[in-house]
């Protein structure tokens, strides 16, 4: 059972609202719900479907929203600070696809995509965990850290697509016995499906038997 908490201020831009919603009038014309006929693996519109089938570990992913406009000043709002709101939002909507798109798969646990250390310790949190967690409330599911980065900083965002799936290899390791398990992988944002795609490959060679991505936004090629 999913339950809401409503806020008073817009999870997207801060504004203050008067009735109880997460988002004003303005942002959520600005905000691009990902619907019609979806990619079965990336989750994108068919029309934007960019993924390699073959190329990634993960059985699917599913997401909520174009990273663009009010989705994405909401994922930039939250990685500059803790704000409870804005993990409830993201987390509700991601809740209510995975309900809905994962029907009748039954998930061993909730995981998510570890941070560097260096970033996390900088931040203070790391935001896919917190998501992560309240996915798993509102699912009523065990939430497990399954996954450790290895040491050393490195980012994905000057990256081009190739360079990205190299750079993240090798640069996670699964940290629990997961054999057998269907896993949930939670992650902020998807890219090219590098990061996941390498944390769910470990997660297989733990010996998990299936992982499912579920992401509150991806990135469209303008
Ligand atoms: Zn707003
Ligand atoms: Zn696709």
């Known amino acids: 059972m999913i339950s809401y908490i409503f806020p008073n201020k817009c999870v997207c831009c ?27 693996y ?19 992913n599913v997401s909520v929203f174009r990273y663009d406009g009010a989705a994405a000043d909401a994922v930039k709002r939250f990685k500059m600070g803790k704000i409870p709101q804005i993990s409830v939002y993201i987390s509700n909507e991601m809740s209510m696809l995975i309900e809905r798109e994962y029907d ?20 203070g949190f790391n935001h896919a965990e917190l998501i992560a967690k309240r996915i798993a409330d509102n699912l009523g599911m065990p939430m497990r850290p399954l996954l450790k980065r290895r040491f050393g900083f490195y980012s994905q965002k000057s990256l081009n697509s190739a360079d990205r799936f190299k750079n993240v290899r090798g640069k996670f390791r699964a940290v629990k016995n997961v054999r057998g398990m269907t896993v949930l992988l939670i992650d902020d944002v998807i890219t ?18 299936a992982v499912f991505g579920a992401t509150f936004a991806s990135t469209y090629k303008k």
Not at 192 to 209: F, P, R
């Open 14 to 40: 801060g504004k203050i609202i008067v009735e109880k919603i997460s988002l004003c009038d303005e942002c959520r014309k600005r905000l691009y719900r990902i619907e019609g006929n979806i990619c079965r």
């Open 42 to 60: 990336c989750g994108r519109e068919q029309a934007y479907c960019t993924c390699k089938r073959a190329g990634n570990a993960y059985e699917r």
């Open 104 to 123: 009748g798969i039954s998930f061993d646990c909730v995981t998510f995509v570890p941070m560097a250390r260096i970033k996390e310790m900088r931040r």
């Open 192 to 209: 090219t499906g590098a990061t996941l795609g390498e944390c769910a490959g470990q997660l297989k060679s733990a010996g998990a038997a």
